[in-house]
């Protein structure tokens, strides 16, 4: 909108053509840039170009609509008579570009969400908008996790408890949305994640409490009493940072082969812990470290998990993956670390079993993520579609650009549905019963989640073009898409990896008396 009520004819704009005095239209709004032109990043000779004229076409050709938000300074007024023809969205509103976001939200019928869920998502995509998203891009831009600040934000307004799901940890908080905590399921967790996705952008939507999601979850359902009280609410509130540390360099997804040890001290009352963890997300930045450790044997029955501090001989290294380092991934290195024998969660030696059970929550919240981030690469491609123009017409006249839409539109609305229905058996089972029987589904859903977020990315690349490998400017969400999209194939076990899991899961279930 124009800071000034000042209106103008046409006749009026058309005067100021000159370089020395330029100003130009878009949509309906008039803009002075005889200062702006030779600071402009593309060169004042594009100005000049529109010097007087109505440059509408010209600038949704070349820039997202936050850079008129940018430069809001340089409007003067507008043309008399005529409004803007270009919806903009104001924070905390829903796209109406289709299938741009879930179908509930998009007023189609529904057995899996209620008014709860709605209210709870409306609050949501305020908070994220207001409150994230400003200053997101930047911060990405310049590798900076995000600071104390927003983490202090998103504990008041009890979001990072929100991300671990129904439980007692809820029990006394005033959610979002006027949700009571016994009314909070896997449907209200699921719209929490989706929402922060909806930042576009990866790294920095992992530093926002992600190592939190699956590093404090082991703590809630195994953790002695004590860690209840101490740990978990400093954690909630933002004030206190946790991560998960289980892969070891030279192990990966093979769990059971972890080296680092951790040895008991003659007294029996400390562990000693040496060893290193890699590819370990918010590591940088974290207070405590959940950390699977060997304590006996070899193979999974010498695994225990310990909850270590970041205190003396615990020290980090970012690690500089694919996108930027605001997610703080670390290699983290244990140096005779003293742990207190009370630190165990879960009872030594049998920490693989919290780790396993740990991997499907995190596997779930992965399919959920990999699906919103793929809704929002979609919508981007739609919309860019419909406003490029090559050969005279718009992209999306092109028989071949529908197509990829096509294929992009119901891969997305096949994962959703894949993720809504395990999430509604999720809502109806114990957490040991989902142990027992979302094992293999739910690895099933992240490895096909990921490969459909590959292939989206594939598509999303050939219909933006040169832009898509432009990390700023209209190409920026399908650049950075398609430069971490293969996170989620390789975290949380690789494709192959669950693939795998998936049919040997089935496999204990195959009846014997099963032929053709």
């Known amino acids: 909108m124009a800071p000034s009520s000042k209106t103008f004819s046409r006749d009026d704009v058309a005067k100021h053509n000159k370089p020395d005095d330029l100003w130009c239209i878009i949509d309906s709004v008039v803009y002075d840039l005889t200062d702006f032109a030779d600071s402009h990043p593309g060169s004042a000779v594009v100005l000049w170009a529109v010097a007087g004229k109505d440059a509408t076409e010209q600038f949704y050709g070349l820039h997202r609509q936050e850079v008129l938000a940018k430069y809001k300074r340089l409007a003067v007024g507008s043309i008399a008579g005529e409004k803007p023809q270009i919806l903009a969205l104001a924070p905390g509103t829903y796209s109406t570009v289709p299938y741009a976001e879930n179908s509930s939200v998009q007023k189609l019928p529904s057995p899996y969400y209620n008014a709860t869920h709605h209210a709870f998502r409306n609050a949501l995509r305020e908070f994220v908008d207001t409150e994230l998203m400003p200053e997101s891009v930047a911060l990405e831009s310049m590798g900076e996790r995000p600071d104390d600040e927003m983490y202090l934000k998103m504990g008041k307004f009890n979001l990072i408890a929100c991300r671990l799901g129904p439980g007692d940890h809820l029990k006394g908080l005033t959610l979002p949305g006027g949700v009571k905590p ?3 399921d ?25 190592g939190m999601v699956i590093g404090l979850p082991p703590v809630i359902k195994f953790g002695p009493k004590w860690m209840q009280e101490k740990i978990v609410p400093p954690i909630l509130r933002g004030e206190k940072k946790i991560c998960l540390a289980i892969s070891d360099p030279g192990a990966g997804s093979d769990v059971s082969n972890i080296s680092c040890v951790a040895e008991k001290t003659p007294d029996g009352k400390f562990f000693i812990v040496n060893g290193v963890k890699k590819w370990i997300t918010n590591g940088t930045f974290c ?10 044997a070899k193979g999974m029955g010498g695994i225990s998990v310990l909850l270590i501090e970041r205190s003396e001989g615990v020290s980090t290294k970012i690690i500089k993956t694919s996108g930027t380092t605001s997610a703080g991934t670390a290699y983290v290195m244990f140096e005779n670390v003293k742990v ?3 630190n165990l969660i879960g009872g030594e030696n049998k920490g693989f079993a919290v780790v396993m059970a740990n991997f499907n929550h995190e596997r779930w919240g992965m399919a959920v993520g990999c699906a919103r981030a793929a809704r929002l690469v979609t919508e981007e491609c739609f919309k860019w579609a419909c406003q490029r ?12 650009i529908r197509f990829k839409l096509g294929q992009m539109i119901s891969d997305v609305e096949a994962i959703q549905a894949y993720c809504e229905s395990i999430t509604y058996q999720m809502t109806k089972m114990s957490f040991k019963d989902q142990n027992l029987l979302l094992a293999g589904p739910i690895a099933l859903l992240k490895y096909r989640a990921t490969r459909m977020s590959y292939n989206v990315s594939d598509n999303a690349v050939q219909i933006f073009g040169g832009r898509a490998l432009t990390r700023s400017g209209m190409g920026r969400v399908i650049e950075q898409f398609q430069r971490t999209n293969k996170f989620g194939a390789i975290l949380g076990g690789a494709e192959e990896v669950m693939a795998d899991l998936g049919v040997r899961q089935a496999l204990k279930f195959f009846p014997k008396n099963a032929r053709l």
């Open 287 to 296: 207070d405590y470290f959940t950390t699977a450790v060997r304590t006996g």
């Open 186 to 210: 896997y449907f209200h967790e699921l719209i929490a994640h989706e929402e922060m996705c909806r930042l576009g952008i990866y790294n920095f939507a992992e530093g926002l409490s992600s």
């Open 182 to 184: 016994e009314e909070f």
């Open 389 to 400: 123009k090559v050969f005279g017409k718009p992209l999306v006249e092109q028989p071949v």
């Open 340 to 342: 207190p024998v009370e």
